[in-house]
């Protein structure tokens, strides 16, 4: 218990005075977020944000291993971590074209895997268990990739993915809670606390941000502890609960790339048609449209608790419930425009 508050609290503090560290370290190196047509920001803010996260997580979590000797949640976080951050890096010096960012993305997510963070068996709301076999690695490794990738997409607005983290990370600490899986519990709490750190300079108006190294590795750092959390040994992966803690980025990324493809588009191609731009176009300021994703977010931890506990017909229900639920919500927010403009282009022709 101890040894947990000391790590989480170093984590914190270093994360609180290495940020603006960071910010000089990015200004003197002229590393800055560009302003385009898909950008909401204006000026010059630096982007270096990402390795605040990284240094005080790592910090703190060597800290909780050097007493705990959890070394491979140790050695798969800050290995593939590592790896997925210098991915970022270089994207955000160089812009690197989606497939050597996949490329890169996919090597970490190898190493987490190889580390042990892997969905062996699936349990779904039915109840049935589906044993993966030699599927189990490639389709851990696909998790990892597209969970990484759909916080990269949804980190558009002051302050939204890094406090998106930050609200996933505690249901995920609670569901680790709740079987006793002291390890993610206690590495849940650390990622909440650097990550915190780094808010307090990240929200709107934001001092610094992300950049694609800090949202690539919370991607994979959520991606790798909500896989470890939310699987039990006797049931395996539930897969269900993991797509309802992440449905927000999960169906933004996924209703995307539909949008992308039947506009003729590269499917990994950049628009401004997101849910936080969408909030936006409602006359929603950024931190009004960034609390309202907070809000959404904590809604679908909940259920994905309360779907982790419940027995099967309840389960059903539930995830009925909430799919409906967000998918009026996407609908509302014009998420599906594309279809009716595709049908309605259709009729005219």
């Known amino acids: 218990m101890i040894i947990t508050f000391v790590s989480v609290f170093t984590a914190l503090i270093v994360a609180l005075v290495f940020t603006p560290i960071a910010k000089k370290i990015a200004v003197r190196l002229k590393i800055y977020a560009p302003t385009n047509h898909r950008t909401v920001h204006s000026g010059s803010t630096p982007k270096l944000g990402g390795l605040s996260i990284f240094f005080a997580f790592t910090v703190g979590l060597i800290i909780f291993t050097f007493y705990t000797k959890e070394i491979r949640i ?24 989606c497939y050597r960012k996949m490329t890169g993305q996919t090597l970490a997510a190898i190493v987490a895997v190889a580390f042990g963070f892997v969905v062996d068996t699936i349990y779904l709301p039915s109840g049935t268990v589906l044993h993966l076999g030699v599927w189990a690695a490639p389709l851990s490794v696909f998790w ?83 896989l470890k959390a939310f699987t039990l040994p006797e049931t395996g992966s539930h897969v269900a609960v993991l797509l309802v803690l992440f449905l927000v980025p999960l169906a933004d990324t996924f209703i995307a790339i539909l949008r992308r493809v039947r506009e003729g588009r590269h499917p990994f191609s950049a628009d401004k048609k997101h849910i936080h731009h969408r909030l936006l176009d409602l006359g929603l300021s950024q931190t009004g449209a960034v609390l309202i994703i907070y809000a959404a977010t904590f809604l ?47 009729e005219l022709g």
Do not use: H, W
């Open 74 to 97: 140790l050695g798969g976080l800050l290995m593939g971590g590592s790896l997925m951050l210098i991915v970022g890096l270089f994207d955000d010096l160089y812009n690197l074209s």
């Open 300 to 346: 679908c931890g909940v259920g994905a608790l309360v779907l982790f506990v419940a027995d099967t017909q309840m389960a059903l229900m539930l995830l009925a419930v909430i799919l409906l639920f967000f998918f009026l919500a996407f609908a509302q927010l014009g998420c599906f425009d594309f279809v009716t403009r595709r049908e309605y282009s259709k």
């Open 144 to 226: 990892i990739v597209a969970l990484t990738n759909a916080i990269n997409l949804i980190d558009g607005l002051d302050g939204l993915a890094s406090g998106f983290a930050i609200v996933v990370a505690f249901f995920v600490f609670a569901g680790a809670i709740i079987f006793d899986n002291l390890g993610i519990a206690a590495t849940s709490l650390i990622l909440i606390a650097a990550t915190l750190g780094f808010l307090r300079y990240n929200f709107a108006p934001a001092k610094i941000f992300l950049g694609d190294m800090g949202s690539l590795f919370l991607g994979f750092a959520l991606a790798c502890i909500s």
